[in-house]
């Protein structure tokens, strides 16, 4: 993982990014990134992506939600940095569902065992119809 690799999943989020942090946080309590909804990307000590998380809550978000992961002794020994997309407060849960759902695909963690199934996003205004004239 490297800030071009997080350019591309921040790519994935498109206007529900709420802001770019291309470098991995510790992770360790306190966690110093508060975000209401989130998709985060959790690397072991050899670099290697072993869980991708999403986090959708009104209060305490992501920072409450790497604590209750840090609770866990085997994860506090595995995971060693977090990158953080931040999405935008109100984000709906399909859509942070379906944000970390592809981050999943593209990244393959070797310790996520329930990912979402990867969505193309949905668009509110309606594609023409090829080959229909006006």
């Given at each position: 993982?490297?800030?071009?690799?997080?350019?591309?999943?921040?790519?994935?989020?498109?206007?529900?990014?709420?802001?770019?942090?291309?470098?991995?946080?510790?992770?360790?309590?306190?966690?110093?990134?508060?975000?209401?909804?989130?998709?985060?990307?959790?690397?072991?000590?050899?670099?290697?992506?072993?869980?991708?998380?999403?986090?959708?809550?009104?209060?305490?978000?992501?920072?409450?939600?790497?604590?209750?992961?840090?609770?866990?002794?085997?994860?506090?020994?595995?995971?060693h940095a977090v990158?953080?997309?931040?999405?935008?407060?109100?984000?709906?849960?399909?859509?942070?569902?379906?944000?970390e759902g592809v981050?999943?695909?593209?990244?393959?963690?070797?310790?996520?065992?329930?990912?979402?199934?990867?969505?193309?996003?949905?668009?509110?205004?309606?594609?023409?119809?090829?080959?229909?004239?006006?």
């Open positions: 993982m490297n800030s071009t690799v997080y350019q591309v999943l921040c790519s994935y989020a498109g206007s529900t990014l709420l802001w770019s942090h291309p470098w991995p946080v510790p992770a360790a309590l306190p966690f110093p990134i508060h975000a209401t909804a989130a998709v985060y990307v959790v690397l072991d000590d050899g670099g290697r992506c072993c869980y991708v998380g999403s986090v959708c809550r009104g209060s305490g978000g992501l920072a409450d939600r790497l604590s209750e992961h840090l609770r866990d002794p085997a994860k506090r020994v595995r995971w990158w953080v997309l931040p999405l935008q407060p109100g984000t709906s849960t399909p859509e942070v569902r379906r944000i981050v999943g695909a593209h990244l393959g963690p070797h310790g996520s065992r329930r990912l979402p199934m990867p969505k193309p996003p949905k668009f509110s205004v309606g594609c023409p119809a090829i080959g229909v004239s006006a």
